[in-house]
């Protein structure tokens, strides 16, 4: 079961030498030692706030210990409370904005009693309120009490858990109080399909890139599909309503925003000998927003396809209604349907593609429960650890949340390595996410600095992305990594 965070990881004996620390922009010597693989992890900082921007600081620095067998590295805070846009997305973005048009869009269909539930959710977290225990009938409800139970037993308070446990938790919490589990309302449909509407002229023009690109496979073609799908995560009804999507849309993305550019590591990736010889490449999507992000996901896939670089594509979505915008299978038969008739032919030809697609299951839709539960990503469950290590060529990270998921939530310096902190990871994978919470890694050195003083709020304004790429070399049989107590390999 979850419990307190422990902050730090330990891996444990393998063979390959740990080189340098960068700390603040300077590189220390340290030990060569028995590690599972190159690590570079980074002490612990935390971003203090001026005004709404968010500027480095740099603490004492705190030692990696070492023993023949296990390294230990120390990790930094996660994100809560103490960070302003953390601190409004509690008390005001989602029980001010998120959760009233909910309501708003609604009332046709809820009665008055859910109504008021939902409205109790937005008091709690307004008045930070001490959190309670699912009790509902859903398939998940064991496991998140058993997340849940160490905060609840101890009165914790909503603002006293990880961001990334009660934003989860709160759209949990929706779930039971709009009755879900028997009536199956999707409470965030009308605005899903109705940003999907708005889309005629940007999903046209997502068609003439692909369309220009071809089928070939090319570095360049390939690089400019993931590009175009990075910027598809812009639109998040978490964070902006359906008028700022339609505007995000049409926005001229400049290639300067792209933070960090890995598109070169997808290319040698799937470029290498497939996992399963006889069945090919397969790369799997954790899909994050519907509307424009899956339309660009689609097209992704679809290129991905096409060109026989990849024989099949699976997009893992979630279960159940998550995050306003998260996409359901719903969600992509609605996009694929909507590629399908739009008046251009190439749309026409490129939705009814994907649909025969669907139909001869070279792109699979499933769901993940994982991809809704307020845990980091290196407690994945066995069987899901298993299938990646095992099946997948290639993982597709989409968005935001996801990349939290990935680092645990934790604010470690902009300059730690993406590479090293993904180790944990069963196969390579791509992270793309346009920056909307304060937390990043993988930049240079000064960067993070350099972009503040333009922009102070860059980390949130989902105006910068980035494309990153973590390949781990795979640990070693009976070799055991280990992060915040649990056992994450084998």
């Known amino acids: 079961s979850s419990r307190t965070v422990h902050h730090q990881l330990s891996f444990s004996r393998s063979t390959t030498a740990l080189g340098q620390v960068k700390t603040c922009g300077r590189a220390s010597s340290v030990f060569s030692g028995y590690v599972d693989r190159h690590v570079t992890f980074l002490r612990p900082h935390r971003w203090s706030s001026g005004g709404r921007g968010l500027h480095l600081r740099c603490p004492r620095a705190d030692t990696i210990a070492k023993t023949q067998d296990e390294v230990k590295v120390k990790l930094p805070g996660f994100l809560d409370l103490s960070f302003p846009f953390v601190d409004e997305t509690m008390k005001s973005r989602c029980p001010d904005k998120i959760l009233q048009r909910t309501i708003s869009y609604n009332e046709h269909q809820l009665d008055e009693d859910k109504i008021d539930k939902i409205q109790r959710i937005a008091y709690e977290m307004k008045e930070n309120a001490p959190l309670s225990l699912i009790s509902d009938d859903g398939f998940d409800k064991e496991e998140w009490n058993q997340i849940l139970e160490p905060y609840v037993s101890k009165g914790a308070l909503w603002g006293d858990v990880p961001w990334l446990l009660w934003e989860t938790y709160l759209y949990r919490r929706l779930l039971q109080a709009t009755d879900y589990w028997t009536n199956g309302i999707d409470i965030f449909g009308f605005e899903k399909s109705t ?8 999903a046209s023009t997502r068609t003439r890139v692909a369309t220009a690109v071809g089928n070939e496979w090319k570095i360049a073609s390939l690089t400019k599909m993931i590009t175009q799908d990075l910027w598809g995560n812009q639109a998040d009804a978490s964070l902006f309503s359906i008028d700022d999507m339609q505007s995000n849309s049409a926005k001229e993305s400049k290639a300067e925003n792209v933070l960090v550019d890995d598109s070169k590591k997808v290319w040698e990736i799937l470029n290498r000998e497939p996992k399963n010889k006889g069945k090919g490449r397969r790369v799997v999507f954790f899909n994050d927003n519907a509307g424009l992000e899956i339309l660009s996901d689609l097209f992704l896939a679809h290129y991905l396809l096409m060109s026989n670089a990849v024989q099949q594509v699976e997009f893992k979505l979630k279960p159940y209604p998550f995050f306003v915008s998260d996409a359901l299978i719903k969600d992509v038969n609605q996009a694929i349907n909507f590629l399908a008739e739009l008046d251009d032919a190439d749309s026409r030809r490129i939705g009814a593609t994907l649909r025969q697609m669907v139909e001869e299951e070279k792109l699979l839709l499933t769901t993940e429960k994982f991809l809704t539960s307020g845990l980091p990503t290196w407690q994945m469950p066995d069987e899901l650890r298993a299938e990646l290590a095992v099946q997948a060529d290639l993982v597709i990270a ?29 196969c390579p994978l791509l992270s793309l996410r346009t ?56």
């Open 398 to 426: 989409k968005g935001d949340l996801m990349y939290r998921k990935l680092l645990g939530d934790y604010v470690f310096e902009p300059t730690t390595s993406f590479q090293d902190l993904l180790s944990y990871f069963p």
């Open 435 to 490: 920056l909307k919470s304060p937390v990043v890694v993988g930049l240079q050195a000064g960067q993070a600095e350099e972009i503040e003083a333009k922009d102070k709020d860059f980390l949130t304004s989902g105006d910068y992305g980035t494309i990153q790429v973590a390949d781990p070399t795979p640990v070693p049989k009976g070799v055991r990594l280990v992060a915040d107590g649990f056992v994450v390999s084998r």
């Open 195 to 202: 940003a999907l509407l708005t889309l005629q002229n940007t």
